[in-house]
C-alpha cells in the first residue's frame, strides 16, 4: 500500500513559536514512519519556511534544526495540485502532499491563516477549517456563540486598546463595577496563557489591561471563578467523542504560561478530582461547545468546576492543543484507552474524511 505524505507544520510567527516547536518534536518522534512519508517544515519567527532534512528531532525545542545542513527553503503553493515546493538553488523540487498536520499554536497557525492557504491548495489538514479557527482563537467571538448556544460561563466584558489609551480611568471604574477583584485579563486572540493576568487591585489591573493590550488589539476581562481547572479533550467530525477529564493543579496563581511550559509546580490528575456525575457533564459540555462552534477534527475545551457546588463552567476552547510530551491532549486520549501513535493515526484519518 502506498504510504501517505504527511507535511507537519510548525513553528510559526506567533508568541507561541517555542510551544510550538516541542509539539513538534513529539509528534514527529511518535508518528509511524512506517505509514507515512513525513516532511517536516519549520516557519521561523521572521517568517522563512524551511524544510528540514535531519532526523534528530530534538534539534527542534533549541532552534539548532534551523541551520542543519540539506535544510532547504520551502513553502507550501496555494496552486491546487502542486503540494510542498522546496528549493534547490534555481531548481524547485515539487513532493506531493497528501494531508498536513499544522502542530502551529496561536497567532498565524491556530486562527485561520494556515488552515486558508491548504484550503487554496486543496489539501487535507489536521484540525477545524477556517470560520471555526478563527471564532474559538478569539476569545471574545467564543464567549459570543457560548452564550447564543446557552453554555454557563464566567462574567466577561470586552476591552479595546484604543479605550485604554484614552479613557483609562474610566474603564478601570466601569470594570470595578461590572467585577470584584480579583479578576482575570486575557488578550483575545492569544493561547497558553501568553499575555494573561490575575489582578487583584486597581493597580494591578491597569498592567494587566496593558499588558494584554501588547498582544491584541482586543481584550477579556473576565470575573473569578473560584474552581478546579479541568480539561476535555474532543475529537471527531460528524460524532465527535470526548475524553476522560483531566484536572490541572498549577501550583501557581493560576496555569500561566510558565507553570505550563518552564516550571515543574503544576500538576495533572487523569482522571479529574471530581465526582462521576459532573465529570459527564463536562464532558457532554465539551461536545456541545464543540459543534457550538463547529469544530471538526480536534480541540482541547477546558472548564472551571467549582469547589462550592460543582458547578461546571466553560473557560475557553483552543483547536490546537500542546501536543508536547506532557501536554494533556494526549495524555488524555491515552488515558481514553488511544495511545500517542495511535492518536496521531486518528487525527489525519479524520483529515482525509474531511475531504473525502
Not at 115 to 138: E, N, Y
Not at 148 to 170: F, K, N, T
Not at 289 to 303: K, Q, T
Amino acid at each position: 500500500m502506498k504510504k501517505l505524505s504527511v507535511c507537519i507544520l510548525f513553528g510559526g510567527v506567533s508568541p507561541e513559536h517555542e510551544v510550538s516547536l516541542r509539539s513538534a518534536e513529539s509528534v514527529l518522534n511518535n508518528i509511524d514512519k512506517s505509514k507515512y512519508n513525513v516532511f517536516p517544515v519549520g516557519i521561523t519567527k521572521d517568517g522563512d519556511w524551511i524544510l528540514y532534512t535531519g532526523k534528530d528531532y530534538s534539534l527542534l525545542p533549541s532552534g539548532e534544526w534551523r541551520t542543519f545542513p540539506g535544510n532547504r527553503r520551502a513553502a507550501i503553493s496555494p496552486v491546487r495540485g502542486q503540494g510542498l515546493l522546496s528549493f534547490e538553488g534555481d531548481c524547485v523540487v515539487r513532493e506531493r502532499i497528501d494531508v498536513v498536520f499544522p502542530v502551529l499554536h496561536g497567532e498565524n497557525g491556530e486562527d485561520g491563516t494556515v488552515q486558508g492557504l491548504l484550503r487554496l491548495a486543496g489539501i487535507p489538514f489536521v484540525g477545524p477549517q477556517v470560520a471555526a479557527s478563527a471564532v474559538a482563537m478569539d476569545k471574545t467571538l467564543t464567549k459570543l456563540v457560548a452564550d447564543q448556544a446557552g453554555i454557563d460561563q464566567a462574567d466577561w466584558m470586552l476591552v479595546r486598546r484604543g479605550e485604554l489609551e484614552s479613557h483609562m480611568e474610566r474603564k478601570l471604574a466601569a470594570l470595578e463595577e461590572r467585577f470584584a477583584y480579583p479578576m482575570f485579563v486575557k488578550p483575545a486572540g492569544t493561547g497558553s496563557s501568553v499575555g494573561v493576568s490575575k489582578a487583584a487591585d486597581r493597580e494591578a489591573l491597569r498592567q494587566a489591561l496593558l499588558e494584554a493590550s501588547a498582544y491584541d488589539e482586543k481584550i477579556l476581562v473576565e470575573e473569578f471563578i473560584h474552581g478546579r481547572e479541568i480539561e476535555v479533550a474532543v475529537m471527531g467530525n460528524e460524532s465527535p467523542v470526548a475524553s476522560v477529564c483531566g484536572e490541572i493543579d498549577s501550583g501557581a496563581e493560576f496555569y500561566d504560561y510558565d507553570a505550563k511550559y518552564i516550571t515543574d509546580t503544576s500538576v495533572a490528575y487523569v482522571p479529574a478530582r471530581i465526582p462521576e456525575e459532573v465529570q459527564e457533564t463536562v464532558r457532554e459540555t465539551a461536545v456541545k461547545v464543540y459543534r457550538a462552534i463547529g469544530c471538526r477534527g480536534l480541540s482541547r475545551v477546558d472548564f472551571f468546576v467549582t469547589y462550592e457546588d460543582n458547578r461546571v463552567v466553560f473557560n475557553e476552547i483552543n483547536t490546537i492543543p500542546g501536543f508536547t510530551s506532557i501536554s494533556m491532549y494526549p495524555k488524555l486520549f491515552a488515558a481514553s484507552g488511544i495511545p500517542y501513535p495511535e492518536l496521531i493515526d486518528a487525527l489525519l484519518e479524520l483529515a482525509l474524511e474531511e475531504e473525502a
